[in-house]
């Protein structure tokens, strides 16, 4: 296998150009042969980011030679990179995060969980030669979203692989939507779409599980709805797609809901909204308060979006 080696000096007093060559050293994973030697198995990648960091020390007065190399006295290079230290200690973290999980905290768990997501994406962005560490991180990070999800929201509903039939508005005014109690971004986004695209004189029943839904009430988002998943598609999607509603600014809002309830492309909104969303579920106990207080969210996500489109 070949190698690349960085061998590097800079003066003393650099401090900065110092510092900034050893963080950049850090963060693509290359291991210290000594001070100032740096390793890391050759690739095209690493090579353009190793000439990159010469380069950069090369022009703040310091000396940088890059080669290529191949050990010939046997020497086992792998196990400089092991990263079983950072995957285990991401296990405590993901474990320390599962201890009191519950539905009042599951939300900022949520966040929790994403952070810990990028962090394995980091860590494995490094791991050269990815062993039983990796897989057990990424099993105990699904393991954490399924609980966080269990808590967020009980009874999830299941993806239905059918067409979505069309609906007309004009035929579902005045009625009694369904949906579980205790919403998040899926259910609260739908519940401010039916009542500002469909149905404005709707009421919104919340309901202990989903057996508990009238016969003649409209559900959405649980298992056997009217309005459900379908597909890749979350409940805002399909609501979206049953009605015909395909502005612009309620694209955006579908990529949003998307990426918040089953997650995909972050859009640049994304962690503020689910922040907030989160601080409003944690505060207000009464399900139609909390969808009252989410609706001016929406709204004004739909202004500005507007305004951009």
Same mark, same amino acid.
């Given at each position: 296998m070949d190698w690349l080696l960085l061998i590097t000096s800079l003066p003393t007093e650099n401090a900065t150009a110092r510092m900034r060559a050893w963080r950049a050293l850090k963060a693509c994973g290359s291991a210290a042969l000594r001070d100032g030697a740096y390793l890391l198995p050759g690739s095209n990648a690493r090579l353009q980011q190793l000439e990159a960091i010469a380069s950069d020390i090369q022009q703040h007065g310091g $000396?940088?030679?890059?080669?290529?190399?191949?050990?010939?006295?046997?020497?086992?290079?792998?196990?400089?990179? *092991?990263?079983?230290?950072?995957?285990q200690q991401l296990r405590q973290d993901i474990e320390e995060q599962r201890r009191g999980l519950d539905p009042d905290n599951a939300a900022e768990r949520l966040k929790q969980w994403r952070r810990l997501g990028k962090a394995l994406a980091g860590i494995a962005a $490094?791991?050269?030669?990815?062993?039983?560490?990796? @897989?057990? %991180?990424?099993?105990?990070? *699904? *393991?954490l979203e399924a609980a966080i999800q269990q808590q967020l929201s009980p009874g999830e509903p299941h993806s239905q692989q059918m067409?979505?039939?069309?609906?007309? $508005?004009?035929?579902? @005014? &005045? +009625?009694v939507w369904a949906t579980r109690r205790r919403p998040w971004v899926d259910?609260?986004?739908?519940?401010?779409?039916?009542?500002?695209?469909?149905?404005? @004189?709707? +009421?919104i029943l919340w309901l202990a599980a989903p057996g508990d839904c009238p016969p003649d009430a409209?559900?959405?988002?649980?298992? &056997? %709805?009217?309005f459900t998943h379908v597909g890749d598609k979350v409940s805002f999607e399909v609501l979206l797609a049953s009605f015909g509603l395909d502005a612009p600014p309620l694209r955006r809002l579908a990529e949003l809901v998307h990426y918040l309830d089953v997650g995909g492309a972050a859009p640049p909104e994304a962690s503020g909204?689910?922040? $907030?969303?989160?601080?409003?579920?944690?505060?207000l106990s009464d399900d139609d308060q909390l969808l009252a207080a989410a609706s001016t969210i929406?709204?004004?996500?739909?202004?500005?979006?507007?305004?951009?489109?």
């Open positions: $000396v940088a030679r890059l080669l290529a190399c191949r050990p010939l006295d046997g020497s086992d290079f792998p196990p400089l990179f *092991q990263r079983d230290a950072d995957y $490094v791991d050269f030669f990815p062993g039983a560490g990796q @897989q057990q %991180a990424q099993a105990a990070l *699904q *393991q067409a979505i039939p069309r609906r007309a $508005v004009a035929e579902h @005014q &005045g +009625r259910r609260l986004a739908s519940a401010w779409l039916i009542r500002r695209f469909i149905d404005p @004189q709707a +009421r409209l559900g959405f988002d649980f298992d &056997g %709805a009217a909204v689910e922040t $907030v969303l989160a601080g409003l579920r944690a505060a929406w709204d004004g996500l739909y202004q500005q979006f507007s305004k951009e489109a």
